[in-house]
């Protein structure tokens, strides 16, 4: 919603809204499992923005029911980004911020496509988590970015969308680099300290663990260029230890 130049219109965001520092400032009304409906309702405001997989169908229902109009969406893609930042900015009144946004997406987006379109594929691994170990299909927009990239999701193939693996399914997947994402510096000792387990892994046994904070990669807005751009690198280097291009 900032980036669709209506963050001054804001009156409740959800849990874990951090980003720009303005958003930190606005009341809390709830998070990915459940919404404050009676807060929401004494706010009044003139549109709800959902998350189709995070947020509850029921709530949306009760606050429709309560005369709220309720907007739900779930961006997949990379260039649902740009759709969703003009839809954003269409039902807020602030469309041109939200095309001008749009259209710098799109452009960048469009350089990382072209540099990466020749590219050789490169096997890849990512990590949401560790305990249990958890990653993503090809559903999700952080395929997507490893696709941009020039990389092959192991696990695209599985039907969940963040599915939880076992030592079996990884070590025949031995992936040639792993993605992980981490908020806090150390989280990531304790994620080598996990994969120093698992030795006969290629990407282990080169040393190629890269960390991208989850902000950047986990959050559909306009960031996820800046997490794609550092994947990209990433991939990059490891065709380079390979020697192939």
Same mark, same amino acid.
């Given at each position: 919603?900032?980036?669709?130049?209506?963050g001054? %219109?804001?009156?409740? +965001?959800?849990?874990?809204?951090d980003?720009?520092?303005?958003?930190s400032?606005i009341?809390?009304v709830?998070?990915?499992?459940?919404a404050?409906?009676?807060?929401?309702?004494?706010?009044?405001?003139?549109?709800?923005?959902?998350?189709?997989?995070?947020?509850s169908?029921?709530?949306?229902?009760?606050?429709?029911?309560?005369?709220?109009?309720?907007?739900?969406?779930?961006?997949?893609? /990379?260039?649902?980004?740009?759709?969703?930042? %003009?839809?954003?900015?269409? /039902?807020?009144?602030?469309?041109?911020?939200?095309?001008?946004?749009?259209l710098?997406?799109?452009?960048?987006?469009?350089?990382?496509?072209?540099r990466?379109?020749?590219a050789r594929?490169?096997?890849?691994?990512?990590?949401?988590?560790?305990?249990? /170990?958890?990653?993503?299909?090809r559903?999700h927009?952080?395929a997507? +970015?490893?696709?941009?990239?020039?990389?092959?999701?192991v696990?695209?193939?599985?039907?969940?969308?963040?599915? +939880? /693996?076992?030592?079996?399914s990884l070590?025949?997947?031995d992936?040639?680099?792993?993605?992980?994402?981490?908020?806090?510096?150390?989280?990531?000792?304790?994620?080598?300290?996990?994969?120093?387990r698992?030795?006969?892994?290629?990407a +282990?046994?080169?040393?190629?663990?890269?960390?991208?904070?989850?902000?950047l990669?986990q959050?559909?807005?306009?960031r996820i260029?800046?997490?794609?751009?550092?994947v990209?690198e990433?991939?990059?280097?490891?065709?380079?230890?390979?020697?192939e291009?």
């Amino acid at each position: 919603m900032f980036a669709a130049g209506a963050g001054e %219109r804001l009156v409740g +965001v959800s849990r874990y809204s951090d980003f720009p520092p303005a958003a930190s400032a606005i009341a809390e009304v709830g998070d990915a499992g459940r919404a404050d409906l009676e807060r929401i309702a004494i706010l009044k405001p003139d549109l709800v923005v959902g998350w189709e997989t995070g947020n509850s169908a029921g709530d949306a229902q009760r606050l429709e029911r309560l005369g709220i109009l309720v907007f739900v969406t779930e961006p997949r893609r /990379l260039a649902d980004i740009p759709r969703l930042l %003009r839809v954003l900015g269409r /039902l807020a009144g602030s469309a041109d911020a939200a095309e001008a946004e749009a259209l710098r997406f799109e452009q960048t987006l469009d350089r990382l496509v072209r540099r990466y379109a020749n590219a050789r594929p490169v096997t890849v691994f990512y990590q949401i988590w560790h305990r249990p /170990l958890m990653t993503v299909n090809r559903e999700h927009m952080i395929a997507d +970015v490893i696709g941009l990239c020039g990389g092959r999701n192991v696990f695209g193939d599985l039907p969940s969308f963040t599915p +939880v /693996l076992g030592t079996e399914s990884l070590l025949a997947a031995d992936p040639e680099i792993i993605i992980a994402s981490v908020s806090a510096l150390e989280l990531e000792q304790e994620v080598r300290d996990f994969w120093s387990r698992y030795r006969s892994l290629r990407a +282990v046994q080169a040393s190629r663990i890269t960390f991208v904070h989850p902000d950047l990669i986990q959050r559909q807005t306009p960031r996820i260029l800046e997490g794609a751009r550092q994947v990209c690198e990433a991939l990059e280097r490891a065709r380079g230890i390979s020697g192939e291009r």
